[in-house]
């Protein structure tokens, strides 16, 4: 008995060899009748189709996709007609159920939804979905439209959820760029003849489309900004128009135009509450804006919109983006909870994402990564255990060295195999090592425990920076080694050393030849061993204190590093700690640390300071940054024990502690601290100046010093500064008086000493220097006179320069120039001058904290 023609499927094709014989294997036994319109092969299309019907028409190509399909509806016989393209193919579902679903529909049935899934990648993981009628009843349909023609169909419509899978958006860079040029005039022809605006916002989303495939992407821009103009015209929301929102509100995103991608989404999600994609906008608006409860709420929407639409697809007539992009928003929303601490949230959506083999961006794992090893790894190290073993399984090549970080730093109980990914950083190694052995591994990151080649790169500082950090019980092992070594100094100290060791073991005799030896090979030893030798004539006692202390604190003294730390570590200085509980590497790392509250931490781990003669120095610079108090009190500390610390920048003078000072009755022990710090890294005291120095803020709003320099300092420091020929950094600049000098129009000045270098700058004005001018140039003094008065004098009209720092600079000059004791800001300068009957006609600034009053008295 024959079989009832129920189904008929039509196609319009060209050149499509490639794809042809996929699409008709799927749908050859499932319908009664094949139709395919040609509109130009060139290719063997034509002999591929034959091999499937009989039914083969050639029609030619009129630049019309719905004149050709109009063509191809001219053939069926069937009682339905299934639309085909040759780039697509049926699922299994379409084959088992589509005839008895047509079988079962009431007779008012004219039209069918279909959903099409279309694969944007070779891969067939990056996917788009929507539902598009696909089936009609035989004579109830044609189409309009020169591009993405558009279905005329009658009444009544039903869903149905039987897949086709769509290829055509897999290209190579030829067929993109042919597919564009041929779309885009063709929807550019089209547009021209548009009849309402609900015509043309159909057309302008379909070349926003194209250009954003194949175009450039200000043009996508400017299409897109006229799309949404005409969008705005109308009265609702087309299906074209919600699937336009979402992907303009994506542009805008990236744009970092926030809010008007904001209000895009938000409006598609209220004229659609059901479809997903504006949620997944709204997200990353979210993830933008820092937003992270906005962004988890959002996802709770995302999520259960995604879920109705994909139990429902067939009900949504257009395309649905966002299926694809689930794993994307389900790592975000573990970013938005690990920022909210929410660590439980984390964890269960961290076990449900990663225990499934879909894929996800590696960039946004690694951020998810980082995010988390820098909060509470303890409470999310159930997701994050997950995470790594999704990294293993999947090869994503993360860097995990933040976590491993923190688990040696919180000392985390944890299995080394549990964590470890296939490739790792060099100092991962080490720090997963540091875990599974607790072993100090200082010598071994920095040299591969090739510790003699240390030693001859550095010379004595490597073979102390050894000897140091090595376990008491290697040390005189190791010096052994040096002791017939050809560099005459590292054989004298190598001697000296192992002499220590003799005098411990209460080898007397052998002890005093051995520090012998080394005196004889290096003379400039003798400060150290000379007190050794004569102890041991008085007494033989071995625990008489070796060389090996005074030793390293001298050459500490020369230089704060033995070795070229960075040479060895590189970029990891500051987590030498994390492999090492040795005092050298707590230095070197806080050091090196960017984090003040760190560095004092690690410093304030070391067992032995003395060891480090800038330590205090250190310390108090750390200290600045957050507790001016406490770095008062270490920078004293600093310069006490360390003298040279009174003289950084000029390394000539020491601190003496003979620096006159005076407190003047003004001062508030109250007074806020603005600014500690040690004057002489810039600057030398020259001895005459106390190195340490505390800026206050009075309650007038002037800043004074402390210590308050005496007059006779501030002299003595100025005819040093000119003894030395040091060019003093505050003075004024020739180009800045003059540019001063053009704007007042002066024609005398009063004739002062201080004046004197500038005699030229007045001639070449024409500007006379008299006596009793009453006009007045202050050039310095400001800065050391507590009353303006006296600098003023009698003068009617005056410039006065003077410094004031940059607040939020801390390495500002002006902070640090020792002859400075008091500053004034412009409104402290203005308050004080009217005080003493002037006002204030203009201000100038230059750089360096040098600024110009110009007044007139009132």
Not at 102 to 111: A, E, G, M, R
Not at 418 to 442: A, M, N, W
Not at 681 to 701: A, N, Q, Y
Not at 790 to 799: M, R, V
């Amino acid at each position: 008995m024959q079989r009832r023609c129920l189904l008929s499927v039509a196609m319009i094709v060209k050149d499509e060899e490639y794809n042809i014989r996929r699409a008709l294997d799927s749908i050859k036994d499932v319908v009664d009748e094949i139709i395919v319109v040609d509109t130009g092969s060139k290719d063997r299309t034509p002999q591929i189709v034959r091999e499937y019907t009989d039914k083969l028409y050639f029609h030619p190509w009129k630049n019309d996709f719905s004149e050709a399909r109009n063509n191809s509806l001219k053939y069926p016989s069937c009682e339905w007609v299934f639309i085909f393209d040759a780039d697509e193919e049926v699922s299994e579902e379409f084959r088992k159920n589509i005839r008895s679903f047509l079988q079962s529909l009431p007779k008012d049935v004219n039209t069918v939804y279909l959903p099409t899934l279309s694969y944007l990648d070779w891969d067939f993981k990056r996917v788009e979905t929507a539902s598009t009628p696909r089936i009609f009843r035989n004579g109830t349909v044609y189409y309009k439209n020169i591009v993405h023609n558009q279905a005329i169909y009658k009444p009544k419509v039903v869903n149905a959820n039987f897949l086709i899978y769509h290829y055509g958006y897999i290209w190579t860079r030829k067929l993109r760029k042919q597919k564009y040029e041929r779309t885009g005039t063709l929807i550019r022809k089209h547009l021209q003849e548009c009849r309402n605006d609900q015509e043309k916002l159909y057309y302008l989303v379909q070349l926003y489309k194209t250009e954003k495939t194949g175009g450039k992407l200000h043009e996508a821009a400017a299409v897109g900004w006229e799309a949404l103009q005409v969008l705005k015209r109308l009265t609702s929301i087309p299906a074209i128009g919600l699937e336009f929102l979402y992907l303009f509100s994506i542009d805008l995103l990236n744009a970092g135009l926030y809010e008007l991608a904001q209000q895009l989404a938000k409006t598609a999600v209220q004229a659609v509450p059901e479809y997903p994609d504006p949620y997944l906008a709204l997200i990353h608006v979210d993830f933008k804006k820092r937003d992270w409860k906005s962004l988890l709420k959002h996802y709770e929407e995302f999520k259960k919109a995604v879920e109705q639409a994909s139990a429902n697809i067939e009900k949504f007539g257009w395309t649905i983006m966002s299926f694809k992009d689930v794993p994307t928003a389900d790592i975000l929303a573990m970013i938005a909870s690990i920022e909210l601490e929410e660590y439980d949230r984390f964890n269960q959506l961290a076990l449900e994402r990663f225990d499934r083999d879909e894929d996800v961006r590696e960039d946004l794992v690694q951020y998810l990564l980082i995010k988390a090893s820098s909060k509470d790894v303890e409470r999310s190290f159930i997701g994050l255990k997950k995470l790594i073993e999704f990294a293993r399984r999947k090869n994503l090549q993360l860097n995990a060295q933040p976590l491993y970080e923190k688990i040696v730093e919180k000392n985390i109980p944890v299995k080394v195999e549990e964590i470890v990914l296939k490739q790792i950083t060099p100092f991962s190694y080490y720090l997963l090592k540091r875990v599974q052995t607790g072993e100090d591994l200082l010598l071994e990151f920095i040299c591969q425990s090739q510790l003699e080649k240390l030693v001859k790169e550095n010379g004595v500082g490597g073979l102390l920076f050894v000897y140091t950090v090595l376990p008491e019980g290697e040390r005189k092992r190791f010096v052994e080694k040096f002791l017939e070594d050809d560099d005459v100094l590292i054989k004298g100290i190598a001697k000296a050393l192992f002499a220590d060791h003799l005098l411990k073991e209460s080898k007397f005799l052998e002890s005093i030849r051995a520090y012998r030896d080394a005196l004889q090979l290096v003379p400039e030893l003798s400060q150290f061993i000379k007190p050794i030798v004569e102890d041991l004539k008085t007494r033989l006692d071995p625990t008489i204190e070796g060389v090996y202390e005074e030793l390293y604190k001298f050459y500490a003294s020369q230089k704060e590093f033995m070795i070229d730390f960075k040479k060895y570590v590189g970029s990891e200085l500051s987590k030498l700690y994390l492999i090492s509980n040795s005092d050298v590497a707590f230095y070197v790392s806080a050091i090196h640390t960017e984090k003040p509250e760190k560095a004092v931490e690690l410093l304030n781990r070391i067992k032995d300071p003395s060891k480090f003669p800038m330590y205090h120095y250190r310390l108090a610079k750390f200290y600045s940054k957050f507790d001016k108090e406490k770095a008062i009190t270490h920078h004293i500390k600093a310069v006490e024990e360390n003298e040279k610390l009174a003289d950084i920048a000029f390394g000539r003078f020491t601190y003496s502690g003979l620096y006159p000072n005076t407190t003047l009755n003004w001062f508030g022990k109250e007074d806020p601290i603005v600014w500690v710090g040690n004057v002489s890294e810039k600057f030398s005291t020259l001895g005459v100046i106390h190195p340490v120095r505390v800026w206050k803020r009075s309650k007038d709003g002037s800043l004074y010093a402390i210590p308050f320099p005496v007059d006779e300092s501030i002299k003595a420091y100025k005819d040093l500064e000119k003894e030395f020929g040091i060019e003093s950094h505050v003075k004024v600049k020739e180009a800045q008086l003059r540019e001063v000098l053009l704007e007042t129009h002066w024609d005398n000045v009063e004739k002062t000493d201080t004046l004197e270098g500038f005699h030229h700058i007045f001639e070449d004005l024409g500007i006379e220097l008299t006596v009793g001018s009453g006009k007045r140039i202050v050039v310095e003094g400001v800065e050391t006179s507590i009353e303006l008065s006296k600098i003023l004098s009698d003068a009617e009209e005056a410039l006065i320069f003077h410094h004031f720092p940059n607040l939020s600079d801390e390495n500002d000059p002006v902070w640090y120039y020792p002859a400075f004791r008091i500053l004034r800001s412009s409104a402290r300068m203005k308050r004080e001058l009217s005080e003493l009957g002037y006002d204030v006609i203009k201000e100038f600034f230059f750089d360096r904290g040098l600024r110009c009053v110009w007044v007139k008295r009132k």
